[in-house]
């Protein structure tokens, strides 16, 4: 076994405090990479506080990780040590079943191993730790190269908040001569934003804070609508094709589809703890569609990663020490960061 140090919620709830633990030996097909930065995920807080499912304790979190490899098993083709690596938000599927034969190994159908709070069915029925640590051990098929022109702390949210946003967008064929309105202004809406304008759209921010409205055009945004003014989202009515939904708070998706076009589709990646309840005559009025999506493939995150490379897009980022995280989760609750927290992982 590997001896390493990381950070943990020891249980539901409690504050994470440093925490040593061991990660698997190297297997054959296996990657070991010492990790340089990880990006601090609204998902870390929820589950490190059961929102969502009873979670596996202790808790190392983190699913937004890169760093350098150390060491490769025999049979590994596609890295050396000293290759710059990320890992997103799974380590493992079945490899065999039709979502993992078709490159989406996000919705395997025995279901994919999560970066952490898994356990790991497919290899030693072990739990999985984050990248709230100082190095881990990845599955070949699972590790991701890093382009070596970007910034790495910018680099390491594109493994969930980028591919969170830049899937759905590439699925439904946003781009030119589309209409797309991001709602939220946060760690996955700013990089809906600059996915949105490099893929050609005309990208409209939607959010209830004005004072989001420079930043929005900073981004890139082309328009900006204050969804707290009656007048504005009266106006905006009947406007987009699509509606990428961001937002992890509860919040009425019936009134916001309201703002799409015949046929336009409401697509959410942000995952509120309450349920939604969506009225029928919202979908059949306009014949509009409420669509979900989740991360991408693995080689479609290489493929975004790539099109970051060559378009030099990374996300805003906070860089913070590992002994900030409390404060960092607190900020994060509050939406005081532009726009992602990332660990710098030499701090631990």
Request: contains cysteine; charged residues 20%; proline residues 3%.
């Amino acid at each position: 076994m590997i001896a390493t140090k990381g950070y943990a919620a020891l249980s539901a709830g409690e504050k994470l405090v440093e925490w040593d633990f061991e990660r698997r030996e190297i297997g054959p097909t296996d990657v070991q990479f010492d990790i340089l930065y990880c990006g601090v995920c609204h998902s870390d807080l929820h589950q490190v506080r059961n929102d969502w499912f009873e979670g596996i304790f202790p808790m190392v979190p983190g699913h937004e990780i890169v760093g350098r490899v150390a060491q490769v098993g025999a049979s590994v083709q596609k890295f050396k040590v000293g290759d710059l690596v990320g890992t997103g938000c799974m380590v493992d599927s079945c490899s065999s079943c039709a979502s993992c034969r078709d490159g989406e190994e996000q919705y395997c159908e025995r279901g994919n191993i999560q970066t952490y709070n898994g356990i790991n069915i497919y290899t030693d029925g072990m739990p999985t730790y984050g990248g709230y640590s100082k190095t881990i051990v990845v599955k070949e098929e699972f590790v991701l190269r890093v382009p070596e022109n970007l910034s790495l702390p910018g680099v390491a949210p594109l493994l969930c908040a980028g591919i969170t946003t830049y899937s759905p967008l590439r699925r439904w064929n946003v781009g030119a001569g589309t209409k797309l309105a991001v709602l939220g202004l946060g760690g996955l809406g700013h990089m809906a934003v600059k996915f949105g304008v490099a893929f050609g759209a005309e990208v409209t921010v939607l959010s209830t804070s004005a004072s989001k409205r420079e930043d929005a055009k900073r981004l890139g945004a082309h328009n900006f609508i204050v969804t707290t003014d009656p007048a504005e989202f009266e106006a905006a009515k009947r406007s987009f094709d699509y509606i990428l939904d961001t937002v992890s708070a509860a919040h009425d998706i019936a009134a916001y589809m309201g703002l799409l076009k015949t046929n336009g589709t409401h697509i959410c990646v942000g995952v509120p703890a309450v349920p939604a309840a969506i009225p029928a005559f919202s979908l059949i009025m306009n014949r509009n569609s409420l669509a979900g999506s989740m991360i991408g493939g693995i080689a479609e995150t290489q493929e975004m990663l790539d099109f970051c490379a060559a378009h030099n897009i990374t996300s805003d980022v906070e860089v913070i020490d590992m002994a900030y995280i409390e404060e960092a989760y607190a900020r994060m609750e509050k939406n005081d960061v532009k726009y992602r927290f990332v660990i710098d992982m030499a701090t631990l």
